[in-house]
C-alpha cells in the first residue's frame, strides 16, 4: 500500500480553461502574477510550499541569514487571486496525448500545461560527486552546508590529529561562476571576521579554501574586466584561485584535482554547473542539450498546448546557440510575455519574446562586488550597492526585504552574523542515528 493512497488531486470543475504551471520559481510565480483576473483557471504544483530566491542561498549557507527571509509561501503570495489553486505535490511524468500530468497522488488534467520547474545541479554524471559534495540549488541543501560547516569547527576544537584539523577547516569550492565565486567569498570573511571570535582557540592560519574551475578564468558568462577584480578580491582573502583545473576524484576525505594536487578536506561545494530538470513523458524531439526545446514563443517543439519557461526552456537561435542563459531575469521576462500573450484574443498577435539584457552581477564581500552593463562595466564599494539594492528589491514580500536589509546593516556594522545555530545536525554517514552530534 503507497503512503499516497489516502490523498487525492482534485481541483473544482470550471466553465475557463485549465492552465496548470509546474513550478513555483521565477517564472512560475511572475506567470501567476501576471495572469490575475484573467480568463483562466491557474493550478500551481510545485513539491515545496514556497518560492526561494535563489541568489541569496549562499548567505543562508554561510550564517548570514535564516531561510524564512529569502522564501516565501506561495498560499500566501497569491491569497487574493481568484479561481487560483496551489497543490504542494511532485510531478512524476506527462502524458501530452491525454492533456494530462502525473504527481505522486494522482493524475490531473490540463488545457495548457507551462513547465517551469527550472533546473538541478549538474554532476555530469559523476554519482560520487552527487553523494560526497554539497549542492546549492535548495533551502534544505543549504541548511546542511551550514550546520556541517558549524559541526566542522565544534569538531576542530576536540581534535587531537592535526591531519584531521586540515580535513575539517579545509574548503574545496568546485566552479568559478556567480554562486562558487559569492560562496568562497562569504567563507572568507567568516574566516577573516567571524569565526575566529566564536573560536579563540583555533589558530585560523589552517583554514584554506580553494576555489578550482576547468575554463580558463572565473566568472565566464560576465566581462573579462569583472572576471580579473573578482579574482583580485577573492585573493585579498587568501582564496587559492585556480583555473584551467578540474576536480579529478573525492572519497569524502581527500581531494585529487587535475594538476595533481591533494588537499585534505571534509568539504567540498558543488557550484560547477546545473542542467535542466526534465520531467518524464516528452518525446525526444522537444529535448535539446538538457533542456525543453521551445520556439520564440515559448512553446514546446512537437507537442501541443505544452509552454517552458526559465531555465528549463532551451529557446535555439543564431543570437543565443546555447539558449538564453539560465538567470533570473529571462525566467521572469519569458512569463511576462507569455502572460501577455495568452491574454490577446487571437495567436496572430502574439509577440516573440525578446530578451533584454539589463547585466549582470556577482559580490565577493563587503564593499566587494563587480557589475556588468551593457555598456560599462564597474566594481567596488559603488558596485556592492547596487548589487544589495538590486537583490533587496528582487526578494518576495516587503517583510523579507526587511529582515533582509536589517541583517545586512547589522552584519556590516558589527563584522558578525547572527545565525551561527546547529539547529539540526547533518550526517552524511547513514550508519548515525538521529540525535548523534559528533
Known amino acids: 500500500m503507497s503512503p499516497f493512497d489516502h490523498l487525492h488531486l482534485e481541483i473544482p470543475t470550471s466553465d475557463k480553461p485549465r492552465l496548470v504551471i509546474i513550478g513555483g520559481g521565477f517564472a512560475g510565480i511572475q506567470l501567476v502574477k501576471s495572469l490575475k483576473n484573467s480568463n483562466y483557471q491557474i493550478v500551481l504544483l510545485d513539491r515545496h510550499n514556497y518560492h526561494t530566491f535563489q541568489p541569496l542561498l549562499y548567505q543562508v549557507a554561510t550564517a548570514g541569514l535564516e531561510p524564512d527571509s529569502i522564501a516565501g509561501a506561495l498560499r500566501q503570495l497569491f491569497e487574493k487571486h481568484k479561481d487560483f489553486y496551489f497543490r504542494m505535490a511532485r510531478v512524476t511524468g506527462i502524458d501530452p496525448k491525454k492533456k494530462c500530468i502525473k504527481t505522486l497522488v494522482g493524475e490531473l488534467s490540463y488545457d495548457l500545461l507551462v513547465i517551469a520547474n527550472g533546473s538541478k545541479t549538474n554532476y555530469f554524471g559523476d554519482q560520487q560527486m552527487y553523494d560526497r559534495t554539497f549542492p546549492m540549488k535548495q533551502v534544505p541543501q543549504a541548511l546542511n552546508l551550514r550546520s556541517h560547516l558549524l559541526q566542522n569547527f565544534e569538531q576542530t576544537v576536540l581534535a587531537k590529529d ?40 583555533i589558530n585560523f592560519d589552517i583554514m584554506k579554501l580553494h576555489l578550482v574551475d576547468a575554463g580558463p578564468r572565473l566568472l565566464a558568462g560576465m566581462s573579462e574586466k569583472s572576471s580579473q577584480k573578482a579574482e583580485k578580491y577573492l585573493k585579498e582573502f587568501d582564496i587559492d584561485v585556480r583555473v584551467k583545473t578540474m576536480l579529478k576524484s573525492y572519497d569524502g576525505r581527500d581531494v585529487v584535482l587535475s594538476d595533481g594536487t591533494q588537499i585534505p578536506a571534509k568539504t567540498v561545494i558543488w557550484a560547477a554547473g546545473v542542467t535542466g530538470n526534465i ?44 539558449g538564453h542563459p539560465m538567470v533570473a531575469p529571462v525566467a521572469i521576462q519569458q512569463a511576462t510575455n507569455l502572460a501577455k500573450n495568452l491574454k490577446r484574443k487571437s495567436e496572430a498577435d502574439w509577440k516573440p519574446f525578446q530578451y533584454k539584457d539589463k547585466g549582470s552581477m556577482a559580490t565577493v564581500g563587503r564593499n566587494k562586488a563587480v557589475v556588468d552593463l551593457p555598456k560599462f562595466h564597474f566594481g567596488g564599494l559603488f558596485a556592492w550597492m547596487v548589487w544589495m539594492f538590486v537583490h533587496l528589491m528582487s526578494i518576495v514580500g516587503f517583510r523579507n526585504r526587511l529582515v533582509i536589509l536589517t541583517n545586512w546593516i547589522w552584519n556590516y556594522m558589527t563584522y558578525d552574523r547572527g545565525t551561527r545555530l546547529i539547529i539540526r545536525t547533518f550526517l552524511r554517514n547513514k550508519n548515525y542515528k538521529p540525535g548523534d552530534t559528533l
Do not use: Q, W
Open 279 to 322: 520531467v518524464d513523458g516528452l518525446p525526444k524531439e522537444s529535448l535539446k542539450g538538457g533542456r525543453i526545446a521551445v520556439d520564440s514563443f515559448n512553446k514546446v517543439e512537437g507537442v501541443k498546448d505544452i509552454y517552458a519557461l526559465g531555465d528549463i526552456a532551451g529557446m535555439f537561435s543564431e543570437a543565443f546557440p546555447k
Open 162 to 201: 592535526d591531519e584531521e584539523k586540515d580535513r575539517l577547516t579545509n574548503f574545496v569550492i568546485v566552479g568559478g561562476g556567480p554562486t562558487g565565486v559569492e560562496v568562497a567569498g562569504a567563507l572568507g570573511e567568516l574566516k577573516k571576521h567571524v569565526l575566529p571570535k566564536d573560536y579563540p582557540d
